[in-house]
């Protein structure tokens, strides 16, 4: 499967692309194929799912024809396709949503999490644990028990045969300081080790608190790169930012996230030294619980 947002941006460049090289402003094009300039907008803006029949208009009203037909509307089918996510609609979260779409038509994905563990790879007593965090900046504006399903779901693609390859970057400084039970925190760490131990395809990497970070500035914030297996489809970043998500498909934008990763992969713990760096915490986790009872 593709990624239907990945398509809907192209399609998004590609009308712009075509208004233009008529000479059209979007209210003009809006009153050609009798739509308001907010519905060109947004498709132009990649802000909702295209209408197949309305995109027709659209490239009948600009005269397109041949394979430049045939190219755009295929475009707009694929991008139109429903995923699973969209029968959670918004109780998922939003930001959930993006990254379900993301990851149905990733080839590779790569992260690196400077506040939490991978969300795809999280456990259901970890993720109780983060919407309790959550609870403390405010309204929710997801199901929670809707939510874990479907990480879960996203989860069971990560692991499928036909999955991409994933590679995580963790932060030491997010291990020790994220205020989660112990023992939950335990049993989270100890899932990702039965993970990556099993499945050849997903990498974990630990990058210690005391080590420098050198040719660059230090990352501000976790981000995910994503790569599709047709060249057409853009490599992706997403930054996680407090409030939204930032998405750069630019190649320029994406390359400096994409040398940022490679700094920091190569300064983190081998995937051996990671995972037996996780099971010393854990351990040490299981430890203090123990004697503290």
């Known amino acids: 499967m593709t990624s239907p947002y990945i398509r809907r941006r192209r399609l998004a460049a590609e009308l712009r692309k075509l208004r233009e090289a008529h000479g059209?402003?979007?209210?003009e094009l809006a009153r050609l194929v009798y739509q308001s300039r907010t519905k060109i907008s947004k498709l132009e803006n990649a802000q909702i799912r295209p209408d197949v029949g309305e995109i027709m208009t659209i490239l009948e009203a600009l005269e397109?024809?041949?394979k430049q037909y045939d190219k755009t509307l295929r475009l707009a089918r694929d991008a139109s396709i429903k995923g699973w996510w969209d029968r959670y609609g918004n109780v998922m979260g939003p930001r959930q949503r993006l990254y379900a779409d993301l990851e149905s038509g990733a080839e590779s994905i790569r992260s690196y999490n400077q506040t939490a563990f991978p969300a795809v790879l999280q456990i259901p007593e970890f993720i109780d644990a983060m919407v309790e965090l959550?609870?403390?900046?405010g309204p929710l504006d997801y199901s929670p028990t809707r939510m874990i399903e479907a990480r879960t779901r996203r989860q069971q693609h990560l692991l499928s045969p036909d999955g991409p390859t994933y590679e995580a970057v963790l932060d030491e400084t997010m291990i020790r300081r994220l205020a989660v039970p112990a023992t939950v925190k335990a049993a989270q760490l100890r899932h990702l080790i039965k993970v990556v131990s099993a499945e050849p395809r997903i990498t974990m990497r630990v990058l210690p608190s005391d080590v420098l970070i050198t040719g660059g500035?230090?990352?501000k914030a976790?981000?995910?790169l994503y790569t599709f297996s047709e060249a057409t489809d853009p490599a992706t970043a997403v930054v996680d930012t407090v409030t939204t998500d930032l998405i750069l498909t630019q190649h320029h934008e994406v390359a400096r996230y994409t040398g940022m990763?490679?700094?920091?992969r190569e300064i983190a713990l081998s995937s051996t030294e990671s995972l037996a760096f996780l099971d010393r915490v854990a351990n040490g986790l299981t430890n203090e619980t123990e004697s503290g009872a």
């Open 24 to 27: 059209l402003t979007t209210d």
């Open 64 to 66: 397109i024809t041949g």
């Open 134 to 137: 959550d609870e403390h900046q």
């Open 217 to 219: 500035f230090l990352p």
């Open 222 to 224: 976790s981000f995910s």
């Open 261 to 264: 990763y490679n700094r920091l």
